[in-house]
Every structure is written in C-alpha cells, then in structure tokens.
C-alpha cells in the first residue's frame, strides 16, 4: 500500500487567498479571443489564392498528423464547401488508405454522399463499409435508413437479410421487425421476431416479442402466446425469473383479464417461494444475483397493489397483514428487545389473527426479559407489555382469571428487592375489584406497601381511593396514619386527610390535623399547608383564628404574599377588620422590607395595597400610595465569577424610591445642579453662536 501524504504544519497560511480571488485572478488572465479575419474575394484569381493557401493549409496539417482523422473530414467538408466533389471524394479515399478499420471515417464518408445526393455512390461507400467492417452496427443503420428514406423496400431487406446473418444484438432484430411493420407486413414481422426468439433463446428476447406484439402489432392472443411459450420453453433458469412473471401478469391486467392475472401471481409466489416470509425466502438462495433479488421484491409488491385495486375486503386485508407480519418478524430477528415492535405486531395480531396467534405473540414478548436488572429504565417499557396483555385478556377475552395470573406472573418476574413499578400493582389490585374480591385487592394493596417499605405514594392514593369509594372512613384513618408515618413531610398527604375530616364533618379532627402538620420539623411544600389551614379557617367563619395563623406565619417567614393574604383578609368585608386594619398590615409590611432593602417585594406590595385602595379606598389613600411607587433606573455593576474575578460590567434594572431619596438628597441635588448647569452652557453657545452669525452679517452690508 501507498504511503499517503501527511500534512504536518496544519497551521493557517500566513496569505489567506479566497475562491473568489482565484476565480478572478483566472478571469483576468485568460487569453483574449482574437476573431478570424473577414476574406472578401472579388474575382477568380482570388478565389484561386484562397482556395490554394487553404488546401496548403490542410496538406500541412495532414503531413504533420496523418493519423488525425478529424484533418481529413475538415478538408474534405472544404471540398465540398466550394463545389469540388470530386476532390472532397478523393481526400476521403485517400484517408481510407490511412485508416481504412475507422468506422466514424466510412460514416461521414457515406453521410458526405448522402448530402449532396449521390445515393449510388452513397450505396457504395456503405456496402464497402459493411464487408469490411461488419460488427459496427451505425454503418448498417446508416445503409438501411438510406435505402428506406429513397423507398427502395426490397433493397432496404436485403440489406436487413445480409445484416441477420451475422447475428446482431436485440435491436438490430427489432428494427427490422419495425421496418416490415412500417410496410403493413406484420407477418414477415412476426418471422423476423420468431427468428430473433430462436436466435437468442432467452427471457429477454421472448418479453420484447411480446411486447412488440401488443403494442406495436396489437395482436392480444399472439402476446399471450408468447408469454406462455416463455414459460414452457425457456431453461428453468431463464423460466424462473421474476420479471416475466410480473410483464406477463401485468399484461393481463391491461386486458382486463383479472382472474388470469391472480393466477399467474399466485404461481409465481409458489414457484418463487415468496410467501408470508419474503425475506426469509430470499436469503435461502445464496447464489441468487441482486438484481434478481429486487426483480422479485417488485413481484410481490405488484401483487400487493393488484389486490389492493381488484381484490374483495378480506384479500387485501390479508395480503397487508401478511407483508406486515413478515417485516416485523424480520425486525424482531435482528433485536428481540425492541419492545416497541412487539406491541405492533400484537396489535396487527388483534387486528388479523386469531386468539391463540395474540396469546403466543405476547408469550414471545414477556419471554424477552430486559438484560439487566439493575436498570429501572430497561424495565419501563417491557411492564407495559404484561399490562397490554392483561387488559387485552380482560376485555377482549372476557377472561379475568388468566388475566389475574398474568399479573400475578408479572409481579413474579420484577425484582423487587432493587426496584418495582407500583401501577402494577395497582392494576393487579383494581382487576380483584372488579372480580368483587375485595379482601384479595386489601391484602395485594398491604403486601405491596410492605413490600415498598411505603415509598410509593401511589399505592397509599389508590387504597385510600378505594375503601372511600366503599364508605370505609375508619379505614381511611388507618390508612392516612400509615401513610403519614411513612411520609410525615407530605403536605398533599396532611391536606387530604384533613379535607377528609372536613367532609365528613369532624371540624376538631380537621383542625387538630392541620395543626399536627405545621408543627413537622420538615415539609415539602409548607406554604400549600399553610394556605389551606387559613382557607378552612375562613370557611368556618373563625376570623380570629385566622388572623392568629397569619400572625403565626409571619413568625417563621416574611414573605411579601404572606403580607399582602394577610393585609387583603383584613380587607374583606364581613370577615376582615376592615380597610384601616388592611392599611396597617401594608404599612407594617412596607417598613419591614424596606429595613431589609428588597426592593421588588416592596413594588409588588405596592401594586397590591394599590389595587385594594381602587376598591376599596378613596383618592387621598390612592394618592399616597402612588407617592410611594418607585421609578425604574438602568444601573451598573461588575459582574463576578465563582472566583470573584471581575468579568466586566453589565447593565441591570432597578428601582429608585421616593422614600430612600431623603438619604441621598444632597449627591442627587449635586447631580441636578450638574444637570442644570450642563443645560444653560448649552444655551450660552447657541446664543454665542446666533451673535456671531449677526455680526458677519453687518460687516457683510
């Protein structure tokens, strides 16, 4: 093998030089096309002088290359440019003598004959042409194309007569065949193709007979008569392909032949061997070309259309279904773990097949146990196929006992000492529901939560779900208590057990719940506890108990929504102290998050203590909150890294407020009296400016 060349400086050149330099530089160097100069000749001897230095000219050229053919036909096409026929035939001549095997020198010979309408001499130039060279077919076109164009039939066939001997290539036999059609002599035609057909005893042969016969001879019988001694006289290997079968099925169509079309079809897919399993069928024959091998995919898939159009409902179908099969049981031969091509064939099987087909398919794909059983997600997409199946065995089937083994045989296959999946147990226990076993979905929902140690939240919703559907409430205390043991920071659990209480009127209960729940040391989500404690509170009419649950949470946290629920119940009618009282919480809260310097919580406060004076105030309290609404400044700050390097500065938004001005009253009355001074220099030099103009002006008059 050839060392390939490295490139070991893979630095960038020093001059970049683009495409489109290069192309330019190329456009600008390339050589100007200097025209021929324009000979006008006025009388003979000039026309003499031309026509010397110009067949000087070419006898230079040809002594420099005699072998140059293209020399030769330029000098002879001056020839005949100029009327010198005779000339024009003797450079021909004498590059025959030079390159006499030169089948493109006999032809502009021959079409230099033709042109000037020397059909004798052209005839003879061709039959020359063709005894010596008789292998080079454009010569014979060339002679029969002349001797049709002058209307000489007979000779025209002899010529064909003598050209057959040497047994040309297909369409040599079909431009006779052609030429005798073009004659209305369609049965020296049909001859000349019967002896083409014995001549060349092949499969492609046969099919251009026929082909011929219907379209160009439109004799039906006579194509189907070739088709079928295709079938019967060709050698096996030649019988067998593909492509006759399709051309011969497809010409029936044409004829509306459909019935004969089905059976040449179904023949075909029987002698080929391409059944349900096309693939398969195919990779058995090893030595089988590739060309062959689509010819034969093409034949079933005309098959597919010829039913799809003339084939009853069940046929169709059926022929669908058993491509589809075939193509999925391919791809499950190549990975057996793409369980998404198992639930497509399962439901082609639900589709097509049979009960039996659909249990086995599902069978073969809860056989296919994911590698691993250390990965939860390997294992996510095989469960939904024992789901798919119980719930096809129950519904379609009707049979809830098979499909309570196939969960329970589910169940065996999960390993859960390293993981579960609880809507399997969940369904599993659902399905002895609806058997009306409810002490065997009791004791499934128990061992599950045992066997999660209670860390599925799922299974804790479900039960509880079902023994309220029952009317069970003491069991759903039970059940909360566990469920709490085992996730004591749950608040959706603490709210829905207290809505519990609530709805079945136990208020105490409710309340000592929600009050047991804000007292855990830790809670996922505090602040939906502590909203809807307040919000039972309120539905109870406790406006007291409301307001000490506020005052409580403002306690633990200070959070502007706290503050602005707080100061709104205050302000509701019926239930709320009253405006004033509102007013207070919203001065209250607006002092201490100014101490803290939070300068967005302190906008949305006054949005909201905005919005509750429009309702509820009047213009002297809306206007003083308005006094207080901030003025939104662009400032800047440098921006720092993990490292606290500076990275450059960056622009940020943030508010100014009426209230913090006081502080910096005197730098921002610096910064005005800056302002203003900047302003009337400005001025001074525009009326400077104005002056100067005027004194121009005067000394101008």
């Known amino acids: 093998m050839s060392r390939q060349g490295q490139v070991k400086n893979r630095a960038p050149a020093p001059i970049q030089i683009s495409a489109e330099q290069i192309l330019r530089e190329a456009a600008d160097r390339q050589e ?204 096996p290997e030649e019988s067998r392909q593909a492509r006759i079968f399709k051309q011969f099925a497809a010409f029936e169509e044409r004829q509306g032949e459909y019935e004969r079309a089905r059976v040449i079809y179904k023949h075909a897919l029987k002698l080929l061997n391409l059944g ?102 390997h294992w996510k997409r095989y469960i939904y196929l024992w789901i798919y199946y119980a719930v096809w065995e129950e519904l379609s089937n009707k049979d809830l006992e098979r499909a309570s083994q196939v969960y329970d045989a589910c169940l065996g296959v999960i390993p859960h000492t390293q993981f579960t999946f609880g809507k399997i147990w969940v369904q599993a226990a659902k399905l002895f529901v609806r058997r009306k076993e409810l002490t065997k979905a009791r004791k499934l929902f128990g061992r599950a939560i045992g066997v999660t140690s209670g860390e599925k939240e799922s299974l804790f919703q479900e039960y509880i779900a079902l023994e309220l559907a029952l009317g069970e409430i003491d069991r ?88 602005i629920s707080f100061a709104q119940f205050e302000g509701t009618s019926g239930i709320g102290d009253g405006v004033e009282s509102s007013r207070d919480i919203f001065e209250k809260a607006y002092g201490q998050l100014k101490e803290q310097k939070l300068n967005e919580e302190r906008v949305l406060l006054l949005d909201a203590w905005r919005g509750v004076e429009k309702e509820k105030g009047d213009a002297a309290s809306l206007s003083k909150v308005d006094k207080r609404m901030p003025r939104r400044v662009k400032r800047k700050r440098m921006r720092k890294d993990a490292a606290g390097n500076d990275l450059g500065w960056e622009e940020y938004f943030d508010y100014q407020f009426p209230d913090d001005e006081d502080k910096s009253a005197g730098a921002l009355k610096i910064l005005e009296m800056a302002a203003k001074w900047k302003k009337n220099d400005s001025d001074d030099s525009s009326s400077d400016d104005d002056s100067d103009d005027d004194d121009d002006d005067n000394m101008e008059e």
């Open 32 to 235: 100007q096309n200097v025209p021929e100069p324009v000979v006008k000749i006025h009388d003979a001897e000039e026309y003499q002088s031309y026509l010397r230095d110009r067949r000087k000219h070419f006898e230079d050229n040809i002594r420099y290359r005699r072998e140059h053919i293209g020399n030769w036909v330029k000098y002879a096409r001056l020839e005949e440019e100029h009327k010198e026929y005779e000339r024009a035939r003797s450079i021909f001549e004498r590059a025959l003598e030079v390159d006499g095997r030169s089948g493109e020198l006999w032809l502009r010979y021959a079409e230099f004959e033709m042109r000037n309408e020397f059909v004798n001499h052209a005839r003879n130039v061709l039959d020359r042409a063709v005894q010596l060279l008789p292998r080079i077919d454009f010569l014979w076109y060339k002679y029969v194309y002349m001797e049709e164009m002058v209307q000489d039939t007979p000779k025209c066939r002899a010529v064909f007569e003598r050209w057959m001997k040497w047994q040309p290539d297909d369409n040599a036999w079909l431009s006779y065949a052609r030429f005798e059609t073009r004659n209305n002599s369609v049965d020296r035609a049909e001859a000349v193709l019967r002896r083409y057909v014995n001549t060349y005893p092949c499969a492609r042969a046969f099919l251009r007979f026929a082909k011929w016969a219907e379209w160009e001879a439109k004799q039906v019988e006579l194509a189907r008569t070739v088709f079928e001694a295709s079938l019967q006289e060709l050698e």
């Open 476 to 563: 759903c205390r039970a059940l909360y208590g566990n469920y709490l043991k085992a996730m004591p920071h749950n608040c959706g659990a603490w709210t829905k057990f207290a809505e519990l209480e609530k709805n079945v009127g136990e208020t105490e209960r409710c309340r000592a719940i929600f009050e047991l729940a804000i007292t855990q040391a830790a809670l996922d989500m505090p602040e939906m506890l502590w909203k809807s404690y307040i919000d039972f509170e309120i539905d109870e009419g406790e406006s007291a108990k409301v307001r000490d649950l506020y005052k409580r949470l403002l306690e633990r946290t200070s959070h502007v929504k706290v503050w």
């Open 276 to 377: 349900d399993d096309l693939a398969p069928a195919l990779d058995e024959e090893e030595d089988l070309p590739e060309y062959e091998r689509e010819k034969r995919k093409e034949l079933y898939n005309s098959y597919l259309d010829f039913e799809k159009k003339f084939g009853d409902k069940k046929g169709i179908e059926d022929v669908v279904y058993r491509n589809q099969k075939a193509k999925y049981k391919k791809k499950l031969e190549a990975s057996p773990h793409d369980y998404d091509t198992w639930f497509e064939l399962a439901k082609l099987e639900k589709e097509h097949g049979t009960i039996e087909g659909v249990r086995e398919v599902y069978e073969r794909a809860v056989a296919q146990m994911p590698p691993s059983t250390d990965n939860k997600e």
